[in-house]
């Protein structure tokens, strides 16, 4: 079955630390690019994080939010895309997604460009 998980998320207070996991089966991450998102309630859906193809030379990119806060990595013996975010604020809960695409492109994450979705997993900052 071909699919993505997204794991790692939980309740943690304000400065704290959480590491998502985005692992996939039935199909290798190493030939795409993969993107983070977020969505909080009734707020759209916006990028967080992309990492480029192993084709790619390790491109990285973050919105501002998030920067100097939120790293995102690549395990390739696991398959996994990690995302380690430090310095947790209240504003950073809500569902986060990751995706795949062939490129991240260069600046703000187009959602059109990803195409293959996992199911989320809730990030809730609050003391």
């Known amino acids: 079955q071909v699919q993505i998980v997204e794991s790692g998320g939980g309740l943690v207070q304000p400065g704290g630390s959480l590491r998502l996991s985005c692992t996939a089966s039935?199909?290798?991450?190493?030939?795409?690019?993969i993107g983070w998102f977020r969505q909080a309630p009734g707020k759209e859906r916006e990028g967080v994080s992309c990492?480029?193809?192993?084709?790619?030379?390790?491109?990285?990119y973050y919105t501002d939010s998030v920067k100097g806060r939120f790293t995102i990595s690549r395990d390739f013996a696991e398959n996994t895309i990690y995302l380690q975010m430090n310095s947790l604020k209240p504003e950073d809960t809500a569902v986060y997604y990751c995706?795949?695409?062939w490129g991240c492109g260069y600046g703000e994450l187009a959602l059109d460009n990803f195409g293959f979705w996992g199911q989320g997993t809730q990030v809730t900052v609050s003391s």
């Open positions: 990492i480029s193809s192993s084709d790619h030379s390790g491109y990285t």
């Open positions: 995706a795949t695409a």
């Open positions: 039935g199909f290798t991450l190493d030939l795409y690019a």
